[in-house]
Protein backbone atom coordinates (compact mmCIF):
# COMPACT_ATOMS: atom_id res chain seq x y z
CA UNK A 1 0.00 0.00 0.00
CA UNK A 2 1.47 3.12 -2.01
CA UNK A 3 1.13 5.81 1.35
CA UNK A 4 2.23 10.07 0.41
CA UNK A 5 1.67 12.05 3.56
CA UNK A 6 2.95 15.44 2.84
CA UNK A 7 2.74 18.76 5.55
CA UNK A 8 4.38 22.11 5.87
CA UNK A 9 1.65 23.69 4.44
CA UNK A 10 0.21 27.21 6.35
CA UNK A 11 -0.80 31.19 6.14
CA UNK A 12 2.28 32.81 5.04
CA UNK A 13 2.15 36.36 3.90
CA UNK A 14 3.41 37.81 0.17
CA UNK A 15 6.93 37.25 -0.26
CA UNK A 16 7.58 34.94 2.39
CA UNK A 17 8.90 31.32 2.04
CA UNK A 18 7.24 27.59 2.99
CA UNK A 19 8.93 24.33 2.56
CA UNK A 20 6.41 21.44 1.84
CA UNK A 21 7.77 17.78 2.62
CA UNK A 22 6.00 14.80 0.83
CA UNK A 23 6.81 11.42 2.88
CA UNK A 24 6.13 7.80 1.18
CA UNK A 25 5.79 5.06 1.51
CA UNK A 26 4.64 1.35 0.85
CA UNK A 27 7.36 1.00 -2.74
CA UNK A 28 10.71 1.19 -3.17
CA UNK A 29 11.04 5.14 -3.51
CA UNK A 30 13.86 5.57 -5.74
CA UNK A 31 12.79 3.98 -8.51
CA UNK A 32 10.20 6.72 -9.16
CA UNK A 33 9.76 9.83 -10.06
CA UNK A 34 7.88 12.38 -8.02
CA UNK A 35 5.90 15.70 -8.83
CA UNK A 36 3.83 18.17 -6.76
CA UNK A 37 0.71 19.43 -7.97
CA UNK A 38 -2.28 22.32 -6.85
CA UNK A 39 -5.50 22.86 -6.99
CA UNK A 40 -8.31 25.71 -6.68
CA UNK A 41 -11.60 24.65 -5.63
CA UNK A 42 -13.46 24.65 -9.16
CA UNK A 43 -10.45 24.22 -10.77
CA UNK A 44 -8.54 21.29 -12.73
CA UNK A 45 -5.42 19.98 -10.55
CA UNK A 46 -2.29 21.53 -12.15
CA UNK A 47 1.58 20.94 -12.45
CA UNK A 48 4.08 22.53 -10.43
CA UNK A 49 7.38 20.57 -10.31
CA UNK A 50 8.55 17.18 -10.96
CA UNK A 51 11.49 15.52 -10.40
CA UNK A 52 13.01 11.98 -11.82
CA UNK A 53 14.37 9.26 -10.09
CA UNK A 54 17.81 10.25 -9.52
CA UNK A 55 17.20 13.97 -8.46
CA UNK A 56 19.46 14.85 -11.53
CA UNK A 57 16.09 15.89 -13.45
CA UNK A 58 13.76 18.77 -12.56
CA UNK A 59 10.84 20.49 -14.34
CA UNK A 60 8.83 23.69 -13.43
CA UNK A 61 5.66 25.00 -14.05
CA UNK A 62 6.58 28.49 -15.79
CA UNK A 63 4.56 30.39 -12.91
CA UNK A 64 7.06 28.78 -10.53
CA UNK A 65 10.66 28.97 -12.09
CA UNK A 66 13.12 30.54 -10.38
CA UNK A 67 11.04 30.76 -7.07
CA UNK A 68 9.93 27.12 -6.24
CA UNK A 69 12.72 24.25 -5.61
CA UNK A 70 12.12 20.58 -5.99
CA UNK A 71 14.28 17.93 -4.41
CA UNK A 72 14.01 14.69 -3.01
CA UNK A 73 16.04 12.32 -0.40
CA UNK A 74 15.94 8.81 -1.50
CA UNK A 75 17.47 7.69 1.71
CA UNK A 76 14.30 9.04 3.61
CA UNK A 77 11.82 8.87 0.86
CA UNK A 78 11.47 11.96 1.09
CA UNK A 79 10.60 14.67 -1.70
CA UNK A 80 9.94 18.60 -0.62
CA UNK A 81 9.21 21.88 -2.48
CA UNK A 82 10.71 24.57 -1.05
CA UNK A 83 8.22 27.70 -1.91
CA UNK A 84 9.95 31.41 -1.83
CA UNK A 85 8.71 35.07 -2.85
CA UNK A 86 5.55 33.31 -2.16
CA UNK A 87 2.17 35.43 -4.14
CA UNK A 88 -1.19 35.28 -3.40
CA UNK A 89 -1.89 33.08 -6.84
CA UNK A 90 0.38 30.29 -5.24
CA UNK A 91 -2.68 30.06 -2.77
CA UNK A 92 -3.90 26.91 -3.66
CA UNK A 93 -3.96 23.03 -1.98
CA UNK A 94 -0.76 21.38 -2.70
CA UNK A 95 -0.12 17.45 -3.89
CA UNK A 96 2.47 15.46 -4.05
CA UNK A 97 2.25 12.64 -6.69
CA UNK A 98 3.78 9.19 -7.26
CA UNK A 99 4.95 8.92 -10.72
CA UNK A 100 4.50 5.24 -12.41
CA UNK A 101 7.97 5.58 -14.58
CA UNK A 102 11.40 6.82 -13.47
CA UNK A 103 11.16 9.86 -15.43
CA UNK A 104 8.78 12.46 -14.96
CA UNK A 105 5.66 13.91 -16.42
CA UNK A 106 3.56 16.69 -16.52
CA UNK A 107 -0.07 15.31 -16.39
CA UNK A 108 -2.05 14.26 -13.56
CA UNK A 109 -2.46 10.57 -15.16
CA UNK A 110 1.13 9.65 -15.46
CA UNK A 111 1.00 9.74 -11.41
CA UNK A 112 -0.21 6.58 -9.81
CA UNK A 113 -0.70 7.64 -6.19
CA UNK A 114 -1.32 10.77 -4.60
CA UNK A 115 -1.28 12.72 -1.13
CA UNK A 116 -4.46 14.06 0.76
CA UNK A 117 -3.16 17.51 -0.07
CA UNK A 118 -1.97 20.50 2.33
CA UNK A 119 -3.69 23.70 2.14
CA UNK A 120 -1.04 26.36 1.48
CA UNK A 121 -2.53 30.36 2.26
CA UNK A 122 -0.76 33.48 0.90
CA UNK A 123 -1.93 37.29 2.02
CA UNK A 124 -1.78 39.76 0.17
Known amino acids: QVQLVESGGGLVQAGGSLRLSCAAS????????MGWFRQLPGKEREFVAAINWSGRGTAYADSVKGRFTISRDNAKAMVYLQIDSLKPEDTAVYYC?????????????????WGQGTQVTVSS
Open 97 to 113: AGGSRSNYGYRTGEYDY
Open 26 to 33: GRTFSWYA
